[in-house]
């Protein structure tokens, strides 16, 4: 049989009048276009995309944190603690954030804060310092009622940053909403973690006179060596301005056991502050924030009995 | 906003220079000037309540609530009034969770003491449109565009003022939105009376309750430690109260020194007497009969009268 290539058969029409080649090349070259154009368009997307942050297992800097520490700012300085009203809220929340923004969020230091620090110094009373550890809404609560005694969380610091949580990214300017790190899980030298022991450094070192403690009782570590309280601030009183660090430790109203300030770790506590040459002095369920608990049940008899 | 402000203040203090001072240091009106940064203060407490306290909140638009808030900065201080708000109301109202309302008169530290930051109960300060205003002052200058940061008119300076006219609208919003059991806190320590017959409760509250959403009203007359009972249950302004509220149909109890709040005033005077908590326990109730059983109340008040002096020792 000859070999020879077979034509159409005349009941089929050739499309375009093109040969196949030629057909096969506009292919190519229509599908290396396509190709192109989503090239293009994926490079334009990813462009105008924001820089991606790095992926973190905490929360995310808190939504409008800027403005929240302004609002937070100009309330302290102009209503809180007027005294303070000379204080420029705008440097003090850009040096906030400059604390912060480009940087590795799991490489603060305490100088990153410097700038900040010294923008916001203030002077707490005498006798007045009130620390705590592990009570932070009755602590608070009896601060709101007797508004003579400062926590960390009264300094207009403390009152800005308190509950909120902020990073950066050392590729971005901007703040990373999406995740921060976690202390346990990521690093512990992250934006907050240094923010806050280096204001609770501070204030510890600015305490004099008699310094309070509010403890909880109720908790099997009342005194925890891993504690701010523990880490940083007792380490960081000074004993030529503070002689007596006076603990009150107070129980859950529901479930009063023995006498807490005979706790092992209160004597521990006792230790430290000894070899510091600093007096300590323990009171069991002080009475007025015995007061504050009973708010939430009245009918209590520990509320009842009490003379 | 600001610097012009600050501009206007200038010119106005150089025209106070000129022209012979109204009245004390030359201010125009008797209340506080307009607190200084007020945007910056209201967009901070306004995202700050948005995002922290309340997450269902996230959509409020803080820069549209100052943008409706702001035109009364241009308005002549004595013509603003509550309808003035009405667009800044409509962007920031809320819901109020059922019997967590709590009104009040002459006991403001008091109240957001015990209220604790809107977790037991929510008072006009801790709803948004309230927490916005609290301590805040404001008010254009009166003749110039431009804030005043001297002074603001009072209700005794004229009615309607920036500041009065905003806590009108926010209460009367409050009072429509409050359901479930109402409370008020009054101060039963305060010599003027605790029921202020003319006041933002009475004329800007109670009006405005919505009877068909309230089950009834608790009122908490409380007696500051160590001062005197000017009035308590069924006395004098209180008496007024409870007859009105009775008029209008309502379901109310009076209670004299609410033990919760009583504890709360302890805390500051926990060696007073009056913190011993043997007498810190009892209390003495008025009640309204029941709508529906008046012929009840025959053997109802005599219950009463058996059951309180058990109670008490």
Not at chain 2, 90 to 98: E, M, Q, T, V
Not at chain 2, 113 to 135: H, Q
Not at chain 2, 264 to 274: G, N
Request: glycine share 6%; charged share 20%; proline share 5%.
């Amino acid at each position: 049989m000859a070999d020879h290539r077979f034509r159409p058969v005349s009941g089929e029409k050739p499309c375009c009048d093109i040969s196949k080649k030629a057909r096969i090349c506009l292919c190519v070259v229509f599908g290396l276009l396509v190709v192109v154009i989503i090239a293009v368009v994926v490079g334009i997307v990813m462009w105008r995309q924001p820089p991606q942050h790095q992926e973190w297992k905490g929360a995310g800097t808190t939504a409008h944190f800027y403005e929240i520490i302004l609002g937070r700012c100009y309330t302290y300085t102009q209503i809180v603690r007027p005294e303070l009203g000379h204080k420029d809220c705008q440097k003090i929340g850009k040096a906030f954030t400059n604390a912060f923004l480009s940087k590795d969020p799991c490489g603060s230091t305490e100088q990153d804060y410097q700038p900040l620090m010294e923008l916001t110094n203030q002077t707490v009373p005498c006798d007045k310092t009130l620390l705590w550890s592990k009570t932070n809404e009755l602590v608070h609560e009896y601060a709101w009622v007797q508004r003579e005694l400062f926590t960390l969380e009264n300094t207009l610091l403390g009152y800005m940053g308190d509950g909120l949580r902020w990073c950066g990214d050392l590729g971005s300017s901007e703040m990373n909403y999406q995740s921060c790190p976690d202390r346990r899980k990521d690093c512990s030298n992250n934006s907050v973690s240094v923010f806050w022991n280096t204001v609770s450094k501070r204030f510890a070192e600015d305490a004099c006179g008699v310094v309070h403690v509010l403890l909880n009782g109720s908790v099997h570590n009342t005194f925890d060596e891993r504690s701010t309280f523990a880490r940083v601030e007792v380490f960081n009183l000074h004993p030529e301005k503070v002689h007596t660090l006076q603990a009150w430790v107070m129980q859950d109203i529901r479930n009063i056991s023995s006498d807490s300030c005979s706790d092992a770790s209160i004597k521990n506590l006792k230790l430290i502050l000894s070899k510091r040459n600093i007096t300590f002095t323990c009171e069991d369920n002080y009475r007025p924030i015995r007061f504050l608990q009973c708010v939430k049940y009245p009918e209590h008899s520990s509320c009842r009995s009490k003379i | 906003m600001a610097a012009l402000g600050r501009a206007s203040s200038l010119l106005s203090l150089l025209a106070l220079l000129l022209v012979p001072a109204a009245g004390a240091g030359g201010a125009r009106w008797r209340g506080e000037g307009t607190s200084p940064h007020l945007r910056s203060i209201f967009l901070g407490r306004c995202a700050e309540y948005s995002s922290l306290l309340s997450p269902e909140l996230r959509d409020k638009n803080c820069t549209a609530i100052w943008e409706a808030f702001k035109v009364v900065l241009d308005k002549d201080p004595c013509s603003v009034f509550p309808s003035d708000y009405e667009l800044f109301i409509s962007l920031s109202r809320h819901s109020i969770p059922r019997d967590k309302s709590l009104f009040w008169e002459n006991n403001h530290l008091l109240v957001t003491s015990y209220a604790e930051n809107a977790r037991r109960f929510m008072p006009l300060c801790d709803v948004l449109y309230g927490r916005i205003g609290d301590f805040l002052s404001w008010c254009r200058q009166e003749n110039a565009s431009g804030l005043d940061y001297r002074s603001c008119p009072t209700s005794e300076d004229c009615e309607n003022n920036p500041v009065d006219s905003y806590w009108k609208m926010a209460s009367m919003q409050y009072s429509r939105d409050s359901t479930g059991v109402i409370h008020v806190m009054l101060n039963g320590s305060e010599p003027k009376g605790a029921y202020p017959v003319k006041g933002f409760f009475a004329d800007f509250e109670i009006p405005y309750l919505q009877k068909d959403k309230i089950t009834r009203i608790e009122i908490w007359v409380m007696h500051e430690i160590g001062r005197p009972k000017v009035e308590s249950c069924g006395e004098g302004s209180v008496k007024i109260l409870e007859e009105r509220l009775e008029k209008m149909g309502f379901q109310y109890r009076c209670i004299n020194d609410h033990l919760p709040v009583k504890l709360l005033m302890c805390v500051d005077h926990s060696t007073h007497p009056d913190c011993a908590l043997n007498s810190a326990v009892t209390s003495t109730r008025r009640e309204a009969p029941p709508l529906c059983a008046e012929h009840g109340a025959s053997l109802f008040i005599p219950f009463l009268v058996v059951l309180a002096s058990v109670i008490q020792p």
